[in-house]
């Protein structure tokens, strides 16, 4: 299985809102709903931000939302704070009843 | 709260075998609701899936590992496990466990770094 593919890097100002892409194929991304995206600092383990697609951990901003268009899912960032500096992965099932992750995505707050 | 907790040798030779277990407090490896998942990270490197295992033995494997991967619960112990045989370089990562919720991964282990060298 190859991982999905996400953008090396993105960059924003605090305040600003980003957008991080993840794009996957029919057999995992676009055939279901089960993407979710993950925050790591460095050093530390993974943390979840979203699952399904759009659902929120209790206790996850609100300034993190996901989203899905055919094989590609999106994770959105709004009110870019300096602690949102980190890397980023997304994750889906897949036909094979396995999961796969994402590239990952360095997100750096200008 | 729930909490996993890898342990194992964090060096192994060349062509041997990683062998690490994942204590779990806080629930039960037996639940029928979570499977428990392995999860790697080369050093400076993305996030790779293993495998996961359910209670009752079912188990899941990258296609890439499948080979070489075995994941296992021991349910009086409340620990799940995984071998990896024939062990290279490439295997160097931070080896992660986690629950998984039905299509995510709820929580993680802090990880543990295992070094493939001779």
């Known amino acids: 299985q190859s991982a999905l593919t996400q953008p090396a890097s993105v960059s924003g100002s605090p305040g600003q809102s980003i957008t991080i892409s993840c794009t996957g194929t029919?057999?995992?991304?676009?055939?279901?709903?089960?993407v979710s995206w993950y925050q790591q600092h460095p050093g530390k383990a993974p943390k979840v931000l979203i699952y399904?697609?759009?659902n929120r951990p209790s206790g996850v901003s609100n300034r993190f939302s996901g989203s899905k268009s055919g094989n590609t899912a999106s994770l959105t960032i709004s009110g870019l704070q300096a602690e949102d500096e980190a890397d980023y992965y997304c994750?889906?099932?897949?036909?094979?009843?396995?999961?796969?992750f994402g590239t990952g995505t360095k997100v750096t707050v200008l | 709260q729930l909490q996993l907790q890898e342990s194992g040798p964090g060096l192994v030779k060349p062509s041997e075998t990683l062998s690490l277990t994942c204590t779990v407090s806080?629930?039960?490896?037996?639940?029928?609701?979570?499977?428990w998942g392995w999860i790697r990270q080369p050093p400076g490197k993305g996030l790779e899936w293993i495998g996961s295992?359910?209670?009752?033995?079912?188990?899941y494997y990258n296609p890439s590992l499948k080979s070489r991967v075995t994941i296992s619960v021991d349910t009086s112990k409340n620990q799940f496990s995984v071998r990896l045989t024939s062990v290279t370089a490439a295997d160097t990562a931070v080896y992660f466990c986690?629950?998984?919720?039905?299509?995510?991964?709820?929580?993680w282990g802090q990880g543990t770094l295992v070094t493939v060298s001779s």
């Open positions: 806080g629930d039960s490896v037996s639940s029928s609701t979570y499977h």
């Open positions: 295992i359910y209670y009752a033995g079912n188990t």
């Open positions: 986690a629950r998984l919720n039905s299509g995510w991964h709820s929580y």
């Open positions: 994750s889906s099932f897949t036909s094979s009843i396995t999961y796969v």
């Open positions: 029919s057999s995992d991304v676009g055939g279901y709903n089960s």
């Open positions: 399904d697609v759009s």
